[in-house]
């Protein structure tokens, strides 16, 4: 399993407008409804966040409950939303499960692969030659296009920084390598 480390310069409880919230960080709308969010990066004139759904677990320290990513969330980068008011709650980390054996095979878009699935496509690679592998975001909500999905790189290149949102065809050949799920830390609210 591979793990991300974010290092930000946010502490939890700032509050800071929507804009300035970088990749790594868990927050809510001050004036929300306390849906949180995990901010990825902007693309193509939108901010796009992991939505995060409560879930309810007995024995844990923070008290019952834990928050997963059900999926991504792409919000317009104009100022109504850029500027509003923000609450840092924690940060995230992405964590990577490998399959034993990745499905390897033509998929079209009625079967595409599930969100949160590790993908690699063809001719997509390194500067060392190795396969990059990218973390599936869903269809692409940005363009209202269901024959492309937005993924977010989770390998780098000599050339770019990470985070990096790239569109790739839904239909085509790719192997799906495992599951990536976040990992997220918060500071109990007083």
């Given at each position: 399993m591979f793990k991300s480390n974010i290092v930000s310069p946010l502490n939890v409880g700032d509050v800071v407008?929507?804009?300035?919230?970088?990749?790594?960080?868990?927050?809510?709308?001050?004036s929300g409804n306390g849906t949180r969010y995990g901010a990825i990066?902007?693309?193509?004139?939108?901010i796009?966040?992991?939505?995060?759904?409560?879930q309810f677990k007995e024995n844990l320290p923070?008290?019952?409950a834990i928050y997963t990513a059900v999926k991504s969330t792409c919000t317009p980068?104009?100022?109504?939303?850029?500027?509003?008011?923000?609450t840092i709650r924690?940060?995230?980390?992405?964590?990577?499960?490998f399959a034993v054996v990745p499905i390897v095979k033509s998929w079209t878009s009625k079967d595409r692969p599930e969100f949160g699935a590790i993908l690699s496509v063809p001719n997509a690679l390194?500067?060392?030659?190795?396969?990059?592998l990218f973390m599936n975001l869903g269809p692409t909500a940005i363009l209202n296009r269901s024959d492309e999905l937005n993924v977010l790189k989770l390998t780098e290149s000599h050339s770019h920084e990470l985070p990096v949102i790239v569109a790739i065809p839904t239909e085509g050949l790719m192997a799906v390598r495992g599951r990536a799920e976040l990992e997220i830390s918060e500071q109990k609210e007083t």
């Open positions: 407008k929507r804009e300035t919230i970088p990749f790594g960080n868990v927050f809510d709308y001050v990066t902007s693309y193509k004139g939108t796009l966040s992991f939505k995060l759904h409560r923070s008290g019952g980068s104009i100022p109504k939303t850029t500027h509003k008011d923000c924690g940060f995230y980390a992405i964590a990577l499960h390194d500067t060392d030659g190795n396969p990059h």
